[in-house]
């Protein structure tokens, strides 16, 4: 506790801690991690992520993902994300260890359990889908 206060006396705290009121004020929970995201990075650098889109809707865990990827390519970012998400997995341009073997494999998105278990539950549904009218 003391070193966080000492930290926020500091003018890096400062900044850091109006920046965090700021995001509190104007968006939610997901788009204050992407505006954080997007304010924080730096180029050639590592980043781990703990899933990054809990609080995002899909919509914005795939524009997330897009712009990891862009971060990726034209930043010489690396990042190292964990995340369940099957539009995360789906999007992002990168290897794919599944934690839940043994010998921790590297697998393609369409194959991890817990995306066959979302495709298996709207695969279940599909008839409902197709009674909407857009």
Known sequence: MKNAKDFLNTKEGGKQFARFEF?????????????????NIEADSLYLLDEPEVSLSPQNQVKLAEEINKMSRYLGVQFIIATHSPFMLGILNGKIYNLDT??????KWSELENVRYFYDFFKDRKNEFEKCFW
Not at 102 to 107: F, L, S, T
């Open 23 to 39: 995001s509190q004020d104007r968006y939610s929970n997901g788009e204050t991690t992407m505006q954080i995201l997007e304010d």
């Open 102 to 107: 043994k010998d921790y494999k590297v697998q």
